[in-house]
């Protein structure tokens, strides 16, 4: 079976700084992705420069947001894997090689996320930070889907498997990540992978305000979904495996 090949989306808006330290990163992997996939989501600094400087291809997404920025650089990704970084992700040399090695190993693995540990926190208190902050999101996460989530700072997806899904995820102010896996379902062998840790920014927890936007997020991207397949449906679908859907397809 030949390697797949792996393309690494990174959607960003007017983060040139992080995403040079996050392209930097990825121009050091042991096993160089197929192709980086900038999406400059109506940036107004330098990014899209930036990015075109370190060789990635850049992409272009007006329409404000991460849900709408990420599909557009799946879409535009040809590689076999999708892989997904942020632009504020430190992925280690080993990164690409670990998706690519998982990802050969089982055909029928569809996607794999990782997690990561902040790297702009006192240093007494990011362990216990990235341990409460990440565990609380796959702990509550996993039993809201009946599998494991995805996590969109560390992940890799199949691109058939996106191709399949792409009319189920939502554009909207979601948490593109937990939607992205809600649409995947139970029924794919999703993983997860500590050796897929990345550093990131502890950004996304200061200020009240942003800690309220996100969880704002969260119920949104928990509504959506839930309407379609409620948490205890998804996992007798789980638990039950074909013999739910043959339940279902009888009455």
């Not at 050969?104 to 926190?121: K, S, W």
């Amino acid at each position: 079976m030949s390697a797949v090949t792996v393309s690494v989306v990174i959607p960003t808006r007017d983060d040139a700084e992080a995403l040079a330290v996050c392209l930097a990163a990825l121009r050091r992997q042991t096993v160089a992705p197929w192709e980086v996939v900038v999406v400059d989501n109506g940036s107004s600094d330098e990014s899209a420069a930036i990015a075109a400087a370190w060789g990635a291809r850049v992409v272009s997404e007006l329409r404000v947001g991460i849900p709408a920025a990420a599909a557009a650089g799946y879409d535009a990704a040809k590689g076999d894997v999708i892989a997904r970084l942020d632009a504020d992700s430190r992925p280690d040399e080993g990164w690409v090689e670990r998706i690519a090695a998982r990802m050969n190993a089982d055909p029928e693995l569809v996607a794999l996320t990782g997690t990561g540990r902040f790297v702009d926190l006192p240093a007494w208190s990011r362990t216990v930070m990235s341990a409460a902050y990440l565990g609380a999101y796959y702990l509550f996460a996993y039993l809201a889907l009946g599998h494991a989530p995805l996590w969109g700072s560390s992940m890799a997806v199949r691109r058939e498997a996106w191709l399949a899904v792409r009319e189920d995820v939502s554009l909207e102010d979601v948490h593109d990540d937990l939607d992205l896996a809600f649409a995947l379902g139970p029924h794919r062998r999703i993983r997860f992978d500590r050796a897929l840790t990345v550093g990131v920014s502890a950004r996304s927890l200061r200020g009240r305000a942003q800690r309220r936007r996100r969880l704002d997020r969260a119920w949104r991207t928990l509504r959506l979904n839930w309407r379609q397949a409620p948490p205890w449906r998804r996992w007798w679908h789980r638990i039950a495996g074909p013999r739910a859907d043959g339940a279902a397809q009888a009455t």
